[in-house]
């Protein structure tokens, strides 16, 4: 089976620095294109960022620009998402998603999120 | 880019069918059939049940079912069940070099 487990959340001042990681198992996770979708408390959701296979093509919400980096580690089936300058703002559960088909645009597999919260 | 519109709220009776609208522009919806539909309980992770627009994942029950016409997406519910009250999130391509995809602002749909 398909699973996406998040992990790295956290409590983080306003300013400061967080990783999330995503371990990806069931599938052959080199093979697909990932992303992180987040969701503010009691918002909807909001896309944050792609990758490619290779790590070739980044793409990020003009939001966070300059601020994330998304990576991946295919030998270690992981995503990861580097966060930086935190601010109240970006305080939300970050999901990381599985797309199928890059043509297709959408999220096959989703993780159970992890909960970043920036405050002082 | 703005998030594509939805209703906040709908809501049925067990067995009846609801319609959850989707709108966005002639750049994002109106321009490519790449519109999935995301069904998602509380404290849960989201869960795919339309992508391209009309097509539904295996495993996904048949009441579900997506239609769009113009600049407008929907997700129909027919045989409406307790279990279906959830929230649910339209999403769709918006067409930049960014490859990226905006979502609706949710509904949420109540089962009297």
């Known amino acids: 089976d398909v699973q996406l487990v998040e992990s790295g959340g956290g409590l983080v001042q306003p300013g400061g620095s967080l990783r999330l990681s995503c371990a990806a198992s069931?599938?052959?996770?080199?093979?697909?294109?990932m992303s992180w979708v987040r969701q503010a408390p009691g918002k909807g959701l909001e896309w944050v960022a792609n990758?490619?296979?290779?790590?070739?093509?980044?793409y990020y919400v003009d939001s966070v620009k300059g601020r994330f980096t998304i990576s991946r580690d295919n030998a270690q089936n992981s995503l990861y998402l580097q966060m930086s300058s935190l601010a109240a703002e970006d305080t939300a559960v970050y999901y990381c998603?599985?797309?199928?088909?890059?043509?297709?645009?959408?999220?096959?597999?989703w993780g159970q999120g992890a909960l970043v919260i920036v405050s002082s | 880019q703005s998030a594509l519109t939805q209703p906040a709220s709908v809501s049925g009776s067990p067995g009846q069918s609801i319609t959850i609208s989707c709108t966005g522009t002639?750049?994002?919806?109106?321009?490519?059939?790449?519109v999935s539909w995301y069904q998602q309980y509380p404290g849960k992770a989201p869960k795919v049940m339309i992508y391209?627009?009309?097509k539904r994942p295996s495993g996904v029950s048949n009441r579900f079912s997506g239609s769009k016409s113009g600049n407008t997406a929907s997700l129909t519910i027919s045989g409406l069940q307790a279990e279906d009250e959830a929230d649910y999130y339209c999403?769709?391509?918006?067409?930049?070099?960014?490859?990226?995809?905006?979502f609706g602002g949710g509904t949420k749909l109540t089962v009297l």
């Open positions: 391209e627009a009309t």
């Open positions: 999403c769709s391509y918006a067409g930049s070099n960014t490859l990226n995809v905006l």
């Open positions: 998603a599985r797309v199928p088909i890059i043509q297709t645009r959408y999220f096959d597999y």
């Open positions: 069931g599938f052959t996770f080199s093979r697909f294109w």
């Open positions: 990758i490619n296979v290779d790590e070739s093509e980044k």
């Open positions: 002639s750049s994002d919806v109106g321009k490519y059939n790449l």
